[in-house]
């Protein structure tokens, strides 16, 4: 079996090879096409000033701004304020153009201008007050900010629209950042984390499932602004994770009504040479403005996605897995009063997945549908209180029902060393509620160095349903049967759960070359009883006289709720195991019941983290990191078989362990505004207890629980290189190439009676994995409208990146490899009006 190092440096090698021919097409047409470009340059010019409202009715000028100006061309180009609030463009073409004021905390302006040739257009720009989120800038005396002063790593909606993701869904566009990974399961692992130990903040609210603690937000993807990940979010405002946030920002309507319709051609479905049907059909529109001019606006997107995922190694016409989603996000924005907003949002997103798990083992009949009912509503209350407070106050209540039943009949689950057959054998119904109250108060009490802010708030989730199984059967390889397992009890599952929250902090600027953000959060859970005290502190340093390198650190404690699943371990139906002898038919023994039973302390999940890094711009707009980071988490819940007085019980605990340490070095290089070059090498370690809670009661459950080891967590990839690049060229052509290599995930054996063989997740690697993608699109007028056509292709190299490994020692495929995909083409469609 392949391993890690020298396959993924050869690896790299030659895909480097082809994305250096590619770039070097690539700008071979750049300059062919920019020649006639630049004759059409006019000396026009945008300028202009940047503001804020003061108490007094007076304007306050605002450094730092970013301002994206975008003319018909599509190319935007970005300037900051200067000390005075200002910016100006220079070498704007004529027509007409929108300029975009952004900074974090306030509401964007977004204006509307129309350029005349050779003359100067003046722009008045104010920004409104909204949610407030502190990233303290430090800078050398008498520099501008610049774009290393905050580390928070963030995607925004132009990155998402132009690179290569295979699906319309913020999420797919995350692993370009170097500290996230798909993993084999296909959830995101951000940072080291389990996929359910990491926050995701939609508007604030909590968009996690209630019950399983996954990822549980389902947008449109034109509704969103950007992502925000914060591997470590040592602010004491972010809790409820093992220190990993995702916020998910979403547009607001501007001053003027727009629409804009997406992917309204269907893709066929080809297999064997045949074309059956539709493969993929995602349809987006969305369409925003002004109700009352300056006050009250709305933004209402949806989107619709049918599509069938093939998985190769299975025959054609049974290989796919299906999926049909609706999501609806409407926002609202009402400015009652200069010092007072109000927002309120409701998203809707229905979703049925047909042949959910469908892989090289596991054919359709033994696969479930999963079907989920999300709804997320949210209402804000933002109010400027004298000179320099903020006060805000959020609710949000949230309701995800999830049922998971067969995809076909309602037999045992045969479980045999090559493919598995029969129905797939559990039954679930659920349905979970959120409530989350909170409120927050900033202020600067000792003067401008001192910005503090504290909340607090309660939340309340509850869920009630079933979760009722089927026998399931191992078989040998010979057909005979070798271990049935049924289950007893009713499956009546409730619970319910009551948590309060408060956080405190201070973010301290001691100098211009020094700013300190410390603080803690406390958390009690009515589940647990635990009353968690979490402090922390960060700090960002000017290590340069020219103001170039900055050093940044911190350390702190988060506590991860406990997912209500967790909490119903002991409502759940137990295990009865009866063994046979080699004729399938003559029972060993007695059948034997493994009753659950619940660790006498239960403990909610903590986590010790820190970091350190180092960024400097070697030359202008050329800026490298180093970094190291580790994170240590304890009290993690996982399921160990074991006897006690002779009677054998599941048991569940809360001492698991893991520990994550990554060591990153990442460049960076802009020009042009908004386009970059991004590279990175991560050099990381993932290990812990692999029998976490959620492999065997998440939505998709297993049957079969033996006993716990420590050894790399499944998404351990100890290597793993990232270059990808947003390049937009003359005449409205855009490209975006990436190249992904990393360590093939570890690889387990097992005996036919599903029996552990040697130390787990240490009995070899996939082979390395090498995507090169690429998105290519165009920006052009049609009818006196934008539109955008583009095509996508994933895996240009047709690099066998096989997702499935026959590690059963009785089967005759054992240590094969299998369910590649290979080159692929995809079409882009956007039209606006």
Not at 233 to 259: I, K
Not at 585 to 592: A, D, L, Q, S
Not at 804 to 833: M, P
């Amino acid at each position: 079996m392949r391993r890690g190092g020298t396959g993924v440096l050869l690896a790299v090698r030659s895909a480097m090879t082809i994305l250096s021919r590619i770039s070097y097409t690539a700008f071979l047409i750049a300059v062919v096409i920019a020649r006639p470009a630049t004759a059409q340059t006019t000396s026009s010019v945008v300028s202009g000033t940047v503001s804020l409202p003061s108490p007094d009715g007076q304007s306050v000028v605002v450094p730092g701004v970013t301002l994206t100006l975008t003319c018909d061309s599509g190319e935007p180009r970005n300037e900051l304020s200067n000390e005075q609030g200002q910016f100006r463009f220079t070498d704007v073409p004529a027509g007409s153009c929108s300029i975009v004021a952004d900074l974090q905390g306030f509401r964007s302006a977004v204006k509307t201008i129309m350029v005349k040739p050779d003359e100067t257009t003046d722009v008045v720009l104010r920004l409104d007050l909204d949610a407030l989120h502190e990233e303290v800038s430090v800078t050398a005396a008498g520099t501008e900010p610049s774009p290393i002063a905050a580390h928070v790593e963030r995607m925004t909606a132009t990155v998402m629209q132009t690179a290569p993701i295979a699906s319309e869904r913020f999420q797919d566009a995350l692993p370009l950042i170097p500290g996230v990974v798909r993993g084999p399961d296909g959830l995101l692992n951000i940072n080291g984390t389990r996929s359910n130990q990491s926050a995701l903040m939609f508007n604030s609210a909590d968009g996690t499932d209630p019950v399983t603690g996954e990822d549980a937000i389902e947008l449109p993807i034109d509704a969103v602004s950007a992502v925000q990940v914060r591997g470590f979010a040592f602010a004491p405002e972010f809790g409820l994770s093992a220190g990993a946030v995702t916020t998910v920002e979403t547009q607001r309507a501007g001053d003027t009504w727009h629409a804009t319709v997406n992917d309204l051609e269907p893709r066929l479905r080809r297999r064997a040479g045949e074309f059956r049907g539709i493969e993929s059909w995602t349809p987006r529109f969305t369409t925003g403005g002004p109700i009352v001019s300056g006050r009250v606006s709305i933004l209402e997107s949806v989107q619709y996605e049918y599509s069938q995922t093939r998985v190769f190694g299975v025959p054609p016409f049974e290989s796919d897995t299906k999926l049909q989603s609706f999501e609806s996000y409407s926002r609202v924005d009402w400015s009652a009063t200069a010092k007072n907003l109000f927002t309120g949002s409701v998203m809707v997103s229905p979703r049925k997945t047909t042949f959910a798990g469908l892989n090289t083992f596991n054919p359709q009949a033994v696969t479930p549908d999963i079907e989920n009912h999300n709804v997320l509503a949210s209402v804000s209350d933002q109010i400027v209180v004298g000179d320099t407070g903020v006060l805000e106050n959020r609710l949000s209540v949230k309701q995800f029902d999830s049922t998971i039943h067969p995809s076909q009949g309602a037999g045992p689950m045969v479980l045999a060393p090559d493919v598995n057959s029969g129905s797939y054998f559990n039954d679930q119904d659920r349905t979970s509620r959120r409530v989350e109250w909170l409120t927050t108060y900033a202020f600067t009490p000792l003067g401008p160095e001192h910005l503090v802010k504290a909340g607090t708030g309660v939340t309340y989730e509850m869920f009630d349903g079933i979760s009722r199984s089927r026998p399931v059967d191992i078989v040998r390889e010979s057909g005979t049967l070798s271990q049935e397992i049924t289950f007893v009890g009713n499956g009546l599952l409730t619970r319910n759960r009551t948590a309060l929250r408060g956080f405190a902090q201070d973010s301290w600027t001691v100098s211009p070359r020094l700013s300190v953000q410390y603080g803690a959060r406390y958390d009690y859970d009515s589940f647990s009883g635990d009353v968690n005290l979490a402090p922390r502190v960060s700090f960002t340093a000017v290590a340069s006289e020219d103001g170039r390198t900055v050093v940044r650190g911190g350390a702190g404690v988060f506590y991860d709720p406990i997912p209500l699943n967790v909490a119903s371990f002991d409502q759940m139906q137990e295990r009865a195991m009866t063994q046979f002898t080699p004729d399938g038919v003559t029972p060993t023994g007695p059948t034997v019941l493994m009753r659950n039973v619940v660790a006498s302390a239960i403990h909610t999940p903590r986590s010790v983290n820190w970091n350190v890094e180092l960024d400097r711009e070697w030359i202008k707009n050329l800026f490298v990191r180093v970094g190291y980071q580790q994170r240590d988490n304890r009290f993690e819940s996982v399921l160990d078989p074991a006897s006690v007085g002779g009677d054998s019980i599941l048991l569940l605990r809360t001492d698991g362990r893991s520990r994550y340490r990554e060591a990153q070095i990442t460049g960076r290089y802009q020009f042009h505004g908004t386009d970059q070059i991004v590279g990175s090498y991560t050099r990381s370690s993932a290990v812990g207890n692999l029998n976490d809670f959620n492999s065997y009661f998440g939505n998709v459950e297993n049957p079969v629980i033996r006993f716990d080891a420590r050894g790399p967590l499944p998404w351990d990839a100890p290597d793993r290189y990232l270059f990808w690049s947003s390049v937009t060229l003359p005449r409205g052509f855009s490209v975006f190439p990436l190249l992904d290599v990393r360590t093939g995930f570890p690889l387990s054996l097992v005996d036919e009676d599903r029996n552990f063989v040697g130390a787990r997740n240490q009995a070899g690697r996939y082979p390395t994995f090498v995507s090169l993608d690429m998105q290519v699109s165009k920006r052009l007028r049609i009818f006196d409208h934008t539109a955008t056509v583009g095509l996508k292709v994933f895996n240009i190299t047709n690099h066998f990146n096989p997702r499935d490994y026959q590690g059963n020692l009785a089967s005759a495929d054992f240590g094969g490899f299998a369910n590649s995909v290979g080159r692929t083409f995809r079409g882009k469609w956007v039209f606006e009006f």
